[in-house]
Nanobody, 122 residues
């Protein structure tokens, strides 16, 4: 079955860095766009970044652009989110998810991981 498992969250001080990982299994990882989505306490879901199949297109929300870097390793079926210059506003549960469309992007996500908590606080 399809599984997405996030790791790497934790407590970090403002200005610090964390790297999240998302290990995928149960589907042809290299054939799907993968997303990072977050949910801050008391707020709705917020799209953070998306990585296409070949790596030529990586998109970021304005709130993280210039601070976060998304990458993927198709040989390891893993995506990463390098988060730098973290701010308290980045505190959230971070999820990875896959697009439901094979070889394309529908921005409709059909499988999600369980999430990893990131807390930015001094």
């Amino acid at each position: 079955q399809v599984q997405l498992v996030e790791s790497g969250g934790g407590l970090v001080q403002p200005g610090g860095s964390l790297r999240l990982s998302c290990a995928a299994s149960g589907f042809t990882f290299s054939s799907y766009w993968i997303f990072w989505v977050r949910q801050a306490p008391g707020k709705g879901l917020e799209w953070v970044s998306v990585h296409n199949i070949g790596g030529g297109s990586i998109y970021y929300s304005d709130s993280v652009k210039g601070r976060f870097i998304m990458s993927r390793d198709n040989a390891k079926n893993t995506v990463y989110l390098q988060m730098n210059s973290l701010m308290s506003e980045d505190t959230a549960v971070y999820y990875c998810a896959k697009d439901r469309l094979l070889y394309g992007s529908s921005w409709s996500l059909d499988y999600w991981g369980q999430g990893t908590q990131v807390t930015v606080s001094s």
